[in-house]
């Protein structure tokens, strides 16, 4: 059993900062990308950000020189840095984990599966 579970949600005003963590947990047998991505009302989730276990990072185009995503591996963690927001990043938030558990490399299952977190809250006020 796999679980991401997400923190650092919450309302600020325009122009502040908030930071998003996701812990993943269990059964990990390696982590590949970890990545963001958000859903406002009415509208398809989209990539925020993502990052390979190199440090290697993709960012979408809206959030570009306001956003940093970072992970701690030992950790097993992602983190986004999010300053200068604006009403438009008013979204749920969700983390995703690209990895293979160890259910899955005993029994030679394809990988790595997508794992996604229950999703947390941004509210940006004008």
């Known amino acids: 059993q796999v679980q991401l579970v997400e923190s650092g949600g919450g309302l600020v005003r325009t122009g502040g900062s908030l930071r998003l963590s996701c812990a993943a947990s269990?059964?990990?047998?390696?982590?590949?990308?970890m990545g963001w991505y958000r859903q406002a009302p009415g509208k398809q989730r989209e990539l925020v950000a993502t990052?390979?276990?190199?440090?290697?990072?993709n960012y979408g185009d809206s959030v570009k020189g306001r956003f940093t995503i970072s992970r701690d591996n030992a950790k097993n963690t992602v983190y986004l840095q999010m300053n200068s927001l604006k009403p438009e990043d008013t979204a749920v938030y969700y983390c995703?984990?690209?990895?293979?558990?160890?259910?899955?490399?005993?029994?030679?299952?394809?990988?790595?599966?997508?794992?996604w977190g229950q999703g947390t809250q941004v509210t940006v006020s004008s």
């Open positions: 990052i390979t276990s190199g440090g290697s990072t």
């Open positions: 995703n984990a690209a990895l293979y558990s160890y259910y899955d490399v005993s029994r030679g299952l394809p990988g790595p599966n997508d794992y």
């Open positions: 269990g059964s990990i047998f390696r982590i590949n990308d």
